[in-house]
C-alpha cells in the first residue's frame, strides 16, 4: 500500500496562472480531504469529497477554488488565477470511511506562487 | 462555526521532562479527537487518539484525557526526548461526515 500520494511535491506558478494539485487516496480509501497550512500556522479544513460526490465544502473560497474527486482518478484540487496570497502546503488525507477514523496525509504539496 | 483552541503554541523543556498540551473545542457533537505530530516539510502523522466513550489512553510515553462536560482534552508526553521535538496538532471531528477541525499547533522543543 503506497500510501496517499500527491503530486507535484512542488509547484511554482505565477500570478494569474491556474494550479492543479493531484491526490490518489489510499487503496480503500473513499473519503478525501483537503486541507491548507500556512507557513507557521495550523491546519484549515477546505473540503471533504467521495467518489463523485462533495460532501462538505464549506473551508473552501468561494472563487477560484474547486475540487473533484471523480469516478476514476485521483482528488484535484484546482486553483485558478493564483495570487501570492494562495502560497501554502496544501495537504490531502484519505479515510476508509467517514466516521471517525484516522486520516492518512499525504507528503503535501507546496504552491508557491510568484 | 465550529472551533478547536490549543495551547501553548510554543513549548521548550529539558529532555526528560513532561510535556502537556491542551486543547478545546466548542462543537459539542464532536467524538473523535486525534493528535497528530508534523515534523518539519513533512506530512503529519497520527501519534494517538481517543472516542467519546474514553477519559484516558495511554500508549507507551504519550497519554490523552478527555473531559466531554469541559469540551477540553489534552497530550501528554512524558520522559521527553530530542527526537519528540515537532509541531503537535489536536484535532476534534463528529460522526456526521468527519469534517475535522485542527487546532493551531504546538512546537514543541526538547532541549538536550
Redesign the interface.
Known sequence: NAGVMQNPRHLVRRRGQEARLRCSPMKGHS?V?W?RQLPE?????MV?LQKENI??E?GMPKERFSAEFPKEGPSILRIQQVVRGDSAAY?CAS?PR???????????TRLTVV | ?ENVE?HPSTLSVQEGDSAVIKCTYSDSAS??F?W?KQELG?????II?I?SNVGEKKDQRIAVTLNKTAKHFSLHITETQPEDSAVY?CAA?N???????????TRLFVKA
Open positions: 473519503h480531504y486541507y500556522e495550523g491546519l484549515k479544513f471533504y460532501i462538505d464549506s495537504f479515510s467517514g466516521e471517525n477514523t484516522e486520516a492518512f496525509f499525504g507528503q503535501g | 462555526g490549543q467524538n473523535y486525534p497528530y513533512k506530512r503529519p502523522q497520527l487518539d472516542r496538532f471531528s460522526g456526521g461526515g468527519f469534517k475535522t477541525i485542527f487546532g493551531a499547533g
